[in-house]
């Protein structure tokens, strides 16, 4: 099958074209900037391209040809923009992506959302079912878009939504890169009692998900929450990367409120300036919020079957993290 991957050049989408062209496909990797070593997907076999979802011109290009869509494009830390930029890329973006398929005659359409719009989870573990209440606007958006492409299932396309939890791995220097390099340095400060649940998702987990959906019929129409089988609480995390790394961590708590007032602070100052803060809501967040998913969904009708445990997907992120000279 021929397969374009929007987000390709990112840390989810260029492991998801890996996947697809060691399956023989024929992968179109779009993003609007090139990722970390981007260069490997043409050595791969693959096509990259760059341009942004939000440029009409260049997402009539890159469907033509193509059986399926894997969506995974989407404004995510971007904290030096507007707010109307999420919706610009988040909601507009994947309306453009989703129009150019289904007039090109595009087979499926595969949205990658967030386990971010169930906000903090009142009563782990949630389930597709549970509350919407997104927190900020990444995770508004990225929710607003999932009616938008499920309404156009069986209108000529089939169409189904994901929602993954905390991806990781190796590949991506960022999203566990602060909890590693903390305990690396021996001493990773908590804030508040360390219970909030955290739902790790290893990078070919997920892949192995994106993959199971390739096939019609499987999983049309649907929602399905993506993780690994096993959420832990934020301190014991952080204690398995010290594992992770063979090394000791000193945990020393201190209270909640002060960051937090901190992290709006910082966010509300740097904003207008066009400067990343080095505290802000969201990551503060991570202290307090409950992200805990029941999976039973997906292992039923999608045969998800998360096969690389948290332990061992540390162990390898680790290993990653030092080869690269991350640590």
């Known amino acids: 099958m021929k397969i374009l991957v929007t987000g390709g050049t990112g840390f989810s989408g260029k492991a998801l074209v890996k996947r697809l062209l060691d399956d023989k496909h024929q992968v179109v990797a779009m993003d609007y900037k090139e990722g970390l070593k ?21 997402v009539e290009r890159v469907v033509k040809g193509v059986d399926v869509v894997h969506h995974l494009a989407a404004a995510f830390r971007e904290l030096d923009v507007p707010n109307s930029y999420y919706e610009e890329v988040n909601i507009q973006g994947t309306l453009n992506v ?8 595009v087979k499926r359409f595969i949205y990658c959302s967030t386990c971010g719009v169930h906000g903090n989870v009142e009563h782990p573990p949630a389930a597709e079912s549970a509350p919407i209440k997104p927190a900020d606007y990444y995770q508004r958006t990225k929710y607003e878009a999932e009616p938008l492409v499920l309404a156009e299932h069986g209108k ?13 791995g190796p590949g991506d220097p960022e999203r566990f890169g602060m909890i590693f390099r903390r305990v690396n340095k021996g001493v990773f400060p908590m804030f508040g009692d360390g219970k909030a649940l955290y739902h790790p998702l290893y990078i070919d987990n997920f892949v192995d998900a994106l993959c199971n959906v390739l096939r019609d019929g499987v999983g049309d129409g649907q929602v399905y929450l993506i993780a690994d089988e096993e959420y832990v609480e934020i301190e014991q995390l952080v204690k398995k990367v010290a594992q992770a790394l063979q090394t000791e961590v000193r945990i020393p708590h ?27 809501p969201r990551r503060v967040d991570w202290y307090k919020q409950n992200r805990a998913f029941d999976i039973s969904k997906a292992k039923q009708d999608l045969n998800y079957h998360p096969v690389v445990d948290l332990d061992e997907g540390l162990r390898r992120t680790a290993d990653w993290y030092r080869s690269e000279g991350y640590l």
């Open 38 to 58: 981007t260069d490997e997907i043409k050595s791969w076999g693959g096509d990259v391209v760059i341009g942004s979802v939000t440029d009409r011109a260049v």
């Open 98 to 105: 989703l129009q150019a398929a289904k007039r090109e005659g």
């Open 156 to 168: 000529g396309i089939k169409a189904l939504v994901l929602r993954p939890a905390a991806i990781y």
């Open 254 to 280: 201190y209270p909640f409120l002060p960051l937090s007032v901190a992290g709006h602070l910082m966010e509300w100052v740097c904003k207008p300036l066009h400067i990343t803060p080095p505290i802000f």
